[in-house]
């Protein structure tokens, strides 16, 4: 069932209220990106995601084909969410769970994960090898 959330950065200079449903699945994927800053995200569809404080401390950064938006505060460094137009679903902001307000380690560890391999552009299928995402 979806619910609205709150996530915030880790100095709390941004926030973001999104409206997710966590009985479904989040992502791990190898993309060069998400593998690096180990970006964890759950779906929120446009008409669901808002940036409630701090769009002025958000830093942009895009790459290849500038279709899908990564967002970092820009004083404490943390991947809040990021904006994909590009995506196997269309358009849609992917919230990253381990910034979500209030979820306990027990709700985490409850949490569906697909992985998916970005790397190779195989959104439909798990990498090789996933364990460590």
Request: hydrophobic fraction near 30%.
């Amino acid at each position: 069932m979806p619910s609205t959330y709150t996530a915030t950065c880790h100095c709390g200079a941004v926030e973001v209220e999104a409206t997710l449903n966590l009985a479904q699945p989040t992502y791990r994927c190898n993309c060069s990106i998400c593998r690096r800053t180990r970006f964890w995200p759950a779906v929120a569809l446009p008409g669901g995601f808002r940036i409630t404080r701090g769009e002025g401390d958000l830093t942009r950064y895009t790459f290849g084909t500038h279709k899908n938006h990564h967002y970092f505060c820009r004083h404490c460094g943390v991947r809040v969410f990021g904006h994909g137009t590009d995506t196997p679903m269309g358009e849609m902001y992917g919230v990253n769970v381990g910034c979500i307000n209030g979820l306990t380690d027990e709700d985490l560890a409850r949490l569906a994960i697909v992985r998916v391999d970005g790397l190779h552009d195989q959104w439909q299928q798990a990498p090789a090898h996933s364990e460590y995402l």
